[in-house]
T-cell receptor, first 115, second 110 residues
Framework: NAGVTQTPKFQVLKTGQSMTLQCAQD?????MYWYRQDPGMGLRLIYY???????DKGEVPNGYNVSRLNKREFSLRLESAAPSQTSVYFC??????????????FGQGTRLTVV | QKEVEQNSGPLSVPEGAIASLNCTYS??????FFWYRQYSGKSPELIMS????GDKEDGRFTAQLNKASQYVSLLIRDSQPSDSATYLC??????????FGKGTRLSVIA
C-alpha cells in the first residue's frame, strides 16, 4: 500500500529555473495539500484542493501554482525558482468527510535547494 | 489568521518518565485535533486524533482536549529513547485544511 507518493525526493535548481513536484495518492481521498517546512517555521500550507476540480490558496501561495489533475494527482509548480523557495515540500491527502476533517497522510517529502 | 502555539522545547525527560506536550489554538470553531510525530529528516506520522472534550488513550499515548480553554495536550507514559522526535499539533475547523503548530522537540534521555 503506497499511500502518498511524491517525486522527486531531492532536487537542486538554479535561480529562475522551473520545475513541477508530483504527488499521487492511492487512498481515494477527496482532499490534497501542499505544505512547505522550514526550520523554526513549522508546516505552512501553500495550496490545497478540497475536491477534484477545485484548488485554493493557503498561507504562502506566492511563487507557486498547482494542478489537481484528477482525484489521485496534485502537482505543484515553481515557475521561476528563488532561493527563498529552498525548503522541504510535503504533499498530503485526507478523506475530509464532513462535519469533521479527518487526519492527513503525508508523502515522504521533496528536499528542494535553489542556488 | 488561525494560530496553533506550541513550546518549541527541547523538552528533556528521563527514560520511563511521563512526557507532557501542550498546544493552544486560536480558532474557537476548531473541531478536529491531531498529534503527529516527526523524526529528523522524515515526514510527519499521525499518533492520535481527538474530536471531543476529555481524554483519549491509545497505548502509552493519551490526548486531552479542553475546548473551553482552547487547549490540547499529549501525554506519553513510560517514555522511551525511540520517542525522541518533534511532535506537531494540528487543528482543523470543519473541513478546512489542518493548521500546524511549529512543533515541540522531545528528547528522552536513557
Amino acid at each position: 500500500n503506497a499511500g502518498v507518493t511524491q517525486t522527486p525526493k531531492f532536487q537542486v535548481l538554479k535561480t529562475g529555473q522551473s520545475m513541477t513536484l508530483q504527488c499521487a495518492q492511492d487512498m481515494n481521498h477527496n482532499s490534497m495539500y501542499w505544505y512547505r517546512q522550514d526550520p523554526g517555521m513549522g508546516l505552512r500550507l501553500i495550496y490545497y484542493s478540497a475536491s477534484e476540480g477545485t484548488t485554493d490558496k493557503g498561507e504562502v501561495p506566492n511563487g507557486y501554482n498547482v494542478s489537481r489533475l484528477n482525484k489521485r494527482e496534485f502537482s505543484l509548480r515553481l515557475e521561476s525558482a528563488a532561493p527563498s523557495q529552498t525548503s522541504v515540500y510535503f504533499c498530503a491527502s485526507s478523506e475530509n468527510s464532513l462535519p469533521q476533517n479527518t487526519e492527513a497522510f503525508f508523502g515522504q517529502g521533496t528536499r528542494l535547494t535553489v542556488v | 489568521q488561525k494560530e496553533v502555539e506550541q513550546n518549541s522545547g527541547p523538552l528533556s525527560v528521563p527514560e520511563g518518565a511521563i512526557a507532557s506536550l501542550n498546544c493552544t489554538y486560536s480558532d474557537r470553531g476548531s473541531q478536529s485535533f491531531f498529534w503527529y510525530r516527526q523524526y529528523s529528516g522524515k515526514s510527519p506520522e499521525l499518533i492520535m486524533s481527538i474530536y471531543s472534550n476529555g481524554d483519549k488513550e491509545d497505548g502509552r499515548f493519551t490526548a486531552q482536549l479542553n475546548k473551553a480553554s482552547q487547549y490540547v495536550s499529549l501525554l506519553i507514559r513510560d517514555s522511551q529513547p525511540s520517542d525522541s522526535a518533534t511532535y506537531l499539533c494540528a487543528v482543523s475547523s470543519g473541513n478546512t485544511p489542518l493548521v500546524f503548530g511549529k512543533g515541540t522537540r522531545l528528547s528522552v534521555i536513557a
